[in-house]
């Protein structure tokens, strides 16, 4: 009797959390399920993987041989994904967990860039107007993101390279010489109103050395003077603007 008593009570324990709001409860958590990998699809083993809940640290693992990473969040709140590793650009993004009524699981995938020494950055947009030593706004946050990249990637220093409107060949280019140099002077700044140590960064004038061009002139940046025109000859087409900066990585050993 004692037994049969006993019995009933176990299914009964057991049924209670069968019921929907005890499921709730025990399941609604997201188990996040991701995978790092090159842009080719080659999966990267041992890479480190943190995770946060605003400033809070709530787990941090790297990747098993296969290139993945889990871990457990909690529902109704958003998280960040920093993966960090010397050898790649740093990498984050966020999460959002909604309200979860049952267990669900959230795959995430990570491609990482490979940085090396002597690895040119892409400057996808003009640095410098022609004429100008100052920075455009418009290429200020392709800077911002190489000054994070150093914040998070100690081992990481730059070079670089400014250089004149045209090359300076003789006294009488004075102007290019003074355009260069301030150029220099710009991009210093910039690096130490980054709070970059001075001495992971170099910046010198190239002056006797101009790019070809690269950009398209717009309004705002109109293009360098082109060549005088020959008697009888067509007008020359109007110039491309050059990339008037070159900033070359360098990755400690």
Do not use: W
């Not at 693992?61 to 993945?68: A, F, I, L, R």
């Not at 267990?103 to 690895?119: A, N, S, T, W």
């Not at 709070?195 to 398209?216: D, H, K, L, Q, Y």
């Amino acid at each position: 009797m004692e037994r049969r008593i006993l019995r009933l009570v176990a299914i009964l324990f057991c049924s209670l959390f069968a019921l929907p709001g005890y499921a709730q409860m025990s399941k609604s958590v997201a188990l996040l399920k991701g995978d790092v990998s090159l842009p080719d699809g080659t999966k990267l083993p041992g890479i480190s993987v943190s995770i946060f809940k605003g400033t809070e640290k709530t787990s941090s693992t790297k990747t098993s041989p296969e290139g993945k990473f889990t871990t457990i969040l909690q529902p109704n709140a958003t998280y960040r994904i920093a993966v960090s590793n010397n050898g790649y650009m740093y990498h984050e993004e966020n999460v959002r967990v909604p309200v979860l009524d049952a267990y669900q699981e959230m795959p995430v995938h990570i491609v990482l860039i490979p940085l090396r020494d002597g690895q040119p950055f892409d400057l996808p947009m003009p640095v410098f107007g022609p004429k100008s030593s100052t920075i455009d706004p418009q290429s200020v946050s392709v800077l911002d993101r190489i000054a994070e990249e150093m914040k998070h990637n100690t081992k990481l220093s730059v070079a670089v390279k400014v250089y004149p409107d045209a090359p300076v060949k003789s006294k009488k280019d004075a102007d290019q010489q003074k355009l260069a140099t301030a150029r220099e002077t710009a991009i210093r700044s910039y690096f130490l109103g980054k709070n970059i140590n001075g001495s992971r960064f170099t910046v010198a004038a190239e002056p006797t050395v101009v790019p070809p061009g690269r950009f398209p002139p717009s309004p705002s940046a109109p293009p360098p003077a082109p060549p005088k025109k020959k008697k009888g000859a067509a007008a020359p087409p109007p110039g491309l603007i050059p990339q008037y900066i070159e900033i070359t990585a360098h990755v400690a050993s």
